[in-house]
Nanobody, 123 residues
Framework: QVQLVQSGGGLVQTGGSLRLSCAAS????????MGWFRQAPGKEREFVAA????????YYADSVKGRFTISKDNAKNTVYLQMNSLKPEDTAIYYCAAKVSSMRIIAAVYDYWGQGTQVTVSS
């Protein structure tokens, strides 16, 4: 069992930056691929970024590529999402998620989820 506790988020102006953190319980964090997803009001949950267990491989949605960076610190059992050049369309609740083995972009295959954190970008 893995528990994920998120922190960060908040309100920022267009062009600003935020960093989200997701701390995991357990001793085998390096075995878990991690993903970030988001859900805006009235929309389905969508993939944002993913990172492999080792942290050596990453993948991004086209909408955030070049602006967001996912990273993983296995010593601290934490995954981060650095968000730069934020836009109003990035406004959503952001969720971190964990799954054993390889990273995926489909939310349904992730086994554990954080509680979600609100990110609001004002225009």
């Amino acid at each position: 069992q893995v528990q994920l506790v998120q922190s960060g988020g908040g309100l920022v102006q267009t062009g600003g930056s935020l960093r989200l953190s997701c701390a995991a319980s357990g001793r085998t964090f390096s075995s878990y691929a991690m993903g970030w997803f988001r859900q805006a009001p009235g929309k389905e949950r969508e993939f944002v970024a993913a990172i492999s267990g080792s942290g050596g491989n990453t993948y991004y949605a086209d909408s955030v590529k070049g602006r967001f960076t996912i990273s993983k610190d296995n010593a601290k059992n934490t995954v981060y999402l650095q968000m730069n050049s934020l836009k109003p369309e990035d406004t959503a609740i952001y969720y971190c998620a964990a799954k054993v083995s390889s990273m995926r972009i489909i939310a349904a295959v992730y086994d554990y989820w954080g509680q979600g954190t609100q990110v609001t970008v004002s225009s």
